[in-house]
């Protein structure tokens, strides 16, 4: 793990001394928008290309996108292995599922992001969206990746399932932003924290968004109510490594998922909706954590972990609005 400095790439941990023991996430680098009519980055089939971890949450949002909205044929994958070690994330297709570098070969994902800009200091993150025309990245940034596949290809595919209606933009964003800190980066929070008060500050907060969101779809079927729409895509890639990872390798452990009655049934009728389930690899999702996370888990031993009906029926039609 570490960061490219000047294109050169220098092996260091995420730094939490300077911040009292806090996680803190590092902005995206690269924030480029393809639009229907671009004339920078037009919406092009077989143009674009994404690499992805199968482990990584933001980066599985990009994935349940490009699944709901039809562009499986129209930009193709790159999977990384699921270990992130001191050279980061590396385009080694030596373990099911992973597929190297299908566009350059290149070993690893810094040499992309090199290959995008020869002198860029970042942070070498997955999802990374790449133009084959331009050769470069697009955009690292999965809530802006996301918005794009929900709109800028709809001509090209025929699919207008709108998943950020313009009517739910305020509360779609209000309810994002709590479950953002809390929950989505709030596993993390409490996960890299290197003290006590921060640790518990995280982990407070966190059960207290999982508290208000069991509460909230005890009446709703989705977040938003009958509507789906992409708070609900941003939240479940959380719930589904929770109780596989978040739960034991995180500390988040006052509860399982699966102890709270109507998130589980929710997170169950969200996996078992068409093309998702394929978007989900359990084994890059716990081999990564366990094995990449050497400061938690020194020996990377890879835990057995419970065993998680995912087929079992979710019985939400019942939800909707009588
Ligand atoms: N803002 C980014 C965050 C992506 C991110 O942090 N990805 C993690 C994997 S889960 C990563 O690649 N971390 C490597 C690093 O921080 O060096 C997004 O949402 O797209």
């Given at each position: 793990?570490?960061?490219?400095?000047?294109?050169?790439?220098?092996?260091?941990?995420?730094?939490?001394?300077?911040?009292?023991?806090?996680?803190?996430?590092?902005?995206?680098?690269?924030?480029?928008?393809?639009?229907?009519?671009?004339?920078?980055?037009?919406?092009?089939?077989?143009?674009?290309?994404?690499?992805?971890?199968?482990?990584?949450?933001?980066?599985?949002?990009?994935?349940?996108?490009?699944?709901?909205?039809?562009?499986?044929?129209?930009?193709?994958?790159?999977?990384?292995?699921?270990?992130?070690?001191?050279?980061?994330?590396?385009?080694?297709?030596?373990?099911?599922?992973?597929?190297?570098?299908?566009?350059?070969?290149?070993?690893?994902?810094?040499?992309?992001?090199?290959?995008?800009?020869?002198?860029?200091?970042?942070?070498?993150?997955?999802?990374?969206?790449?133009?084959?025309?331009?050769?470069?990245?697009?955009?690292n940034e999965s809530s802006e990746i996301i918005r794009m596949f929900n709109s800028a290809f709809?001509?090209?595919?025929?699919?207008?399932?709108?998943?950020?209606?313009?009517?739910?933009?305020?509360?779609?964003?209000?309810?994002?932003?709590?479950?953002?800190d809390t929950f989505n980066n709030g596993v993390y929070k409490s996960g890299f924290a290197t003290s006590q008060s921060a640790y518990d500050e995280a982990v407070t907060a966190l059960f207290d968004t999982m508290d208000w969101l069991e509460d909230r779809l005890s009446h709703r079927r989705y977040l938003m109510g009958d509507r789906l729409t992409e708070a609900d895509w941003r939240l479940f890639p959380t719930l589904v490594r929770f109780d596989p990872v978040y739960h034991l390798h995180f500390k988040c452990n006052r509860n399982r998922l699966v102890d709270f009655p109507n998130l589980w049934a929710y997170t169950r009728e969200l996996y078992q909706m068409p093309g998702i389930a394929q978007t989900v690899n359990f084994d890059h999702i716990v081999r990564h954590y366990h094995y990449s996370h050497e400061s938690i888990n020194p020996h990377r031993i890879v835990p057995i972990n419970p065993e998680i009906n995912w087929a079992e029926p979710h019985g939400r039609e019942r939800m909707m609005a009588a």
């Amino acid at each position: 793990m570490g960061l490219l400095i000047d294109g050169k790439w220098q092996d260091r941990w995420y730094d939490t001394k300077s911040t009292g023991g806090h996680f803190k996430r590092t902005e995206a680098q690269f924030r480029n928008w393809i639009t229907p009519d671009g004339t920078e980055f037009p919406a092009e089939s077989d143009r674009y290309h994404l690499y992805v971890s199968y482990a990584c949450p933001w980066a599985h949002r990009t994935l349940i996108f490009r699944a709901l909205k039809g562009l499986t044929n129209h930009i193709d994958v790159s999977v990384v292995h699921p270990d992130m070690l001191d050279k980061g994330w590396e385009l080694n297709p030596d373990y099911p599922g992973a597929t190297g570098d299908r566009l350059y070969k290149k070993p690893l994902l810094s040499d992309i992001y090199v290959k995008a800009q020869h002198d860029v200091t970042t942070r070498v993150t997955v999802p990374v969206l790449w133009d084959k025309a331009r050769k470069t990245i697009v955009s690292n940034e999965s809530s802006e990746i996301i918005r794009m596949f929900n709109s800028a290809f709809d001509g090209l595919t025929g699919n207008t399932l709108d998943f950020w209606p313009e009517i739910l933009r305020d509360e779609i964003e209000e309810v994002n932003a709590r479950i953002y800190d809390t929950f989505n980066n709030g596993v993390y929070k409490s996960g890299f924290a290197t003290s006590q008060s921060a640790y518990d500050e995280a982990v407070t907060a966190l059960f207290d968004t999982m508290d208000w969101l069991e509460d909230r779809l005890s009446h709703r079927r989705y977040l938003m109510g009958d509507r789906l729409t992409e708070a609900d895509w941003r939240l479940f890639p959380t719930l589904v490594r929770f109780d596989p990872v978040y739960h034991l390798h995180f500390k988040c452990n006052r509860n399982r998922l699966v102890d709270f009655p109507n998130l589980w049934a929710y997170t169950r009728e969200l996996y078992q909706m068409p093309g998702i389930a394929q978007t989900v690899n359990f084994d890059h999702i716990v081999r990564h954590y366990h094995y990449s996370h050497e400061s938690i888990n020194p020996h990377r031993i890879v835990p057995i972990n419970p065993e998680i009906n995912w087929a079992e029926p979710h019985g939400r039609e019942r939800m909707m609005a009588a």
